[in-house]
């Protein structure tokens, strides 16, 4: 008897320490998610390029710069606009991007499909025109684009006899490079380039 109790005492101990211990609480319950993490601050357009950096593209002194913004269904966009002293030299940047108020809305990267997709299909450069133009609330006559290679993840170019912009998408955001100027549009072009290549590098 003293045996089989012995026995009964032995496995009972040995039940018990090999049931598995209950996992340790979480350390701190509260803490969100990676996918519910605050939205992305506003971009402001005017920290992305000084007015030297613009003034050494356009060979002139920028005097001053403007900012403002506007907010168009699920996007923002942040523009600034750099006064030249010399004739028909200044410069326009902006910033399109999810609307941070919004974060549940359309990607920027949907609206900048939207917007080139038909160009994607017909080549480098489109025979029609498009309706809307990137990144502004007003819907207005675009001009044919053509495909821009060397900078961000895809950059598109459209102009018309009054000038032309740069478009460029990296990411979440796209930015549109106006340069004013009697220059032709490739040296537009490559001067709009060297101010996006600044702009982007200051991208959060």
């Known amino acids: 008897m003293v045996r089989v109790a012995f026995a009964c005492v032995f496995l009972l101990v040995l039940l018990t320490s090999c049931k598995p211990s209950a996992p340790a609480p979480l350390s701190n319950p509260s803490q969100p998610s990676p996918r519910s993490a605050p939205a992305t601050e506003k971009i402001e357009a005017c920290a992305l390029i000084t007015k030297e950096e613009v003034g050494a593209v356009q060979g002139t002194i920028i005097s001053n710069t403007a900012s403002s913004e506007s907010a168009s269904g699920d996007y923002l966009m942040t523009q600034c606009y750099y006064a030249a002293i010399g004739p028909n030299l200044s410069v326009s940047l902006a910033t399109s991007q999810a609307d941070p108020k919004n974060p549940s809305g359309a ?14 299909e017909e080549g480098s450069e489109g025979e029609t025109r498009e309706k809307g133009r990137v990144g502004e609330g007003k819907r207005e006559e675009m001009g044919p684009a053509k495909s821009i290679d060397g900078i961000g993840e895809e950059a598109f170019w459209s102009g018309n006899r009054f000038g032309g912009a740069l478009y460029v998408l990296k990411g979440d955001v796209f930015i549109r490079v106006s340069v004013g100027g009697p220059d032709s549009e490739e040296t537009k ?15 959060p």
């Open 107 to 120: 990607s920027v990267r949907e609206y900048w499909r939207q917007t080139f997709g038909r160009f994607y």
């Open 189 to 203: 072009i490559e001067k709009s380039k060297r101010l996006a290549q600044k702009a982007l590098g200051r991208l």
